[in-house]
């Protein structure tokens, strides 16, 4: 496990992550102290994605503001 200091972290964080993505664990430094680690998930969060995403794709024509009120509606789980 690889030790860093909050400021190199601040300053070098996608080069970090890509460590942890690869399978690093990291712990994370305040003035000489730990503070966090950020460590792998081991695959995908616990259940996943629970929406569908916004923008995704949507059969049909052109929505009037009926239609994109109904769609807005279904997608907050109104129907």
């Given at each position: 496990?690889?030790?860093?200091?909050?400021?190199?972290?601040?300053h070098?964080?996608?080069?970090?992550?890509?460590?942890v993505?690869?399978?690093?664990?990291?712990?994370?430094?305040?003035?000489?102290?730990?503070?966090a680690?950020i460590?792998?998930?081991?695959?995908?969060?616990?259940?996943?994605?629970?929406?569908?995403?916004?923008?995704?794709?949507?059969?049909?024509?052109?929505?009037?503001?009926d239609g994109?009120?109904?769609?807005?509606?279904?997608?907050?789980?109104?129907?």
């Amino acid at each position: 496990m690889s030790t860093i200091g909050i400021r190199e972290l601040s300053h070098h964080t996608s080069r970090y992550l890509a460590q942890v993505k690869a399978g690093k664990a990291i712990t994370i430094t305040e003035h000489g102290r730990p503070i966090a680690t950020i460590s792998p998930t081991g695959g995908e969060p616990a259940g996943g994605n629970p929406r569908p995403r916004i923008g995704g794709y949507r059969s049909g024509g052109p929505l009037d503001s009926d239609g994109i009120d109904a769609e807005l509606a279904r997608g907050f789980g109104h129907r």
